[in-house]
């Protein structure tokens, strides 16, 4: 069985909104029998300034349980 993630875009209002939350879903393709484990980062890209300036960096590892599809990352600012 060959299991898809992915993971939608999300937009938060830029400003001085410090606390701030974006929200990215994370899901994958179809329930898996075992688990599935993925890891994450932020990356400072384009505009956005890593290192608590526009958004506190952060790392991670999502593991879905079997019969999980979706799970969802929380980064502030």
């Known amino acids: 069985m060959s299991v898809t993630i992915s993971i939608e875009n999300t937009a938060v209002e830029e ?6 939350q974006a929200a990215f879903t994370v899901r994958l393709s ?5 688990d599935v484990s993925v890891s994450y980062r932020t990356i400072a890209d ?5 290192g608590g300036a526009d958004f506190n960096a952060n790392s991670g590892v999502l593991t879905f349980n079997p019969g999980e599809v979706q799970k969802t990352i929380v980064i502030t600012s």
């Open 15 to 20: 400003g001085f909104n410090n606390g701030s």
């Open 30 to 34: 179809e329930a898996s029998t075992s």
């Open 46 to 50: 384009g505009s956005a300034r890593d």
